[in-house]
C-alpha cells in the first residue's frame, strides 16, 4: 500500500494536466479522466492480488531456473567425469597399442635375424654339399684315369710280353702264378 501511495503522488506532482489551464477535476478534461482511468486499474490489480501473483511466478521461474543451472552444472561434472575416464582409457589403449608394436617390431627383428642365421647355415650345407661333390667328382676322374692308365699299361705290357715271350715262358708264367695263388690261399 505504501507503494501505491508512492507512486500516486508521483503521477500527481508530475502531472502536464497541471500546467494546463481550466479545472484538472473535471470529467471534460481527458488528462483527468486518464488519470482516473489508470487509479482504477491499479487499483484493480493490487485488489486482484497481481503484484503478489506475479512476484511469485517469477519466484517460480527463478528457482526452475536455479534448479536448471543445478543440473546443468551436474551434467557438466558427469561430462567432464566421463571424459577423464575416456582419456584415461584412451592413454591406456594407446599405451597398450604402443607395447603391442614393440613385441611386434622385437618378434620380427628376430624373425629377421634367425632367417639370416638359417640362410647362411642353409648356404654353408650347400657349399659342403657341392665341395664333396667335387672332390668325389675328382676321386673318380682320378680312379677312371688311373684305371684307364692301368688298362692301357696293361695292354702295352701284355703287348710287349706278347712279342718276346715265346710259348715255354708263357706256360712256365702261368704255372708259377697259380702256384703263388694256390700258396696265398691256403
Same mark, same amino acid.
Do not use: C, W
Given at each position: ?25 473535471? @470529467?471534460s478534461n481527458t488528462n483527468f479522466v486518464v488519470l482516473l482511468a489508470f487509479l482504477i486499474f491499479v487499483g484493480l490489480l493490487v485488489y @486482484?492480488?497481481?503484484?503478489? @501473483? ?16 543445478d543440473e546443468a552444472r551436474r551434467l557438466r561434472e558427469e561430462a567432464q567425469a566421463l571424459l577423464a575416464q575416456y582419456e584415461r582409457q ?97
Amino acid at each position: 500500500m505504501r507503494k501505491l501511495s508512492v507512486t500516486l503522488a508521483a503521477i500527481l506532482t508530475a502531472s502536464p494536466a497541471l500546467a494546463g489551464s481550466g479545472p484538472f477535476v473535471s @470529467l471534460s478534461n481527458t488528462n483527468f479522466v486518464v488519470l482516473l482511468a489508470f487509479l482504477i486499474f491499479v487499483g484493480l490489480l493490487v485488489y @486482484l492480488k497481481v503484484p503478489g @501473483l506475479i512476484g511469485k511466478k517469477l519466484d517460480e521461474r527463478a528457482e526452475a531456473i536455479r534448479a536448471d543451472l543445478d543440473e546443468a552444472r551436474r551434467l557438466r561434472e558427469e561430462a567432464q567425469a566421463l571424459l577423464a575416464q575416456y582419456e584415461r582409457q584412451q592413454k591406456d589403449v594407446q599405451a597398450q597399442a604402443d607395447r603391442i608394436v614393440a613385441h611386434a617390431k622385437a618378434e620380427a627383428e628376430e624373425a629377421a635375424a634367425q632367417a639370416k642365421e638359417d640362410i647362411k647355415a642353409s648356404i654353408a650345407r650347400r657349399l659342403q654339399a657341392a665341395e664333396e661333390q667335387i672332390a668325389s667328382a675328382e676321386a673318380r676322374a682320378v680312379r677312371d684315369v688311373r684305371d684307364q692308365a692301368i688298362a692301357v699299361a696293361t695292354a702295352a705290357a701284355r703287348d710287349v710280353i706278347a712279342k718276346q715271350m715265346t710259348e715255354e715262358e708263357g706256360d712256365r708264367l702261368i704255372d708259377a702264378g697259380i702256384e703263388e695263388i694256390e700258396a696265398r690261399l691256403n
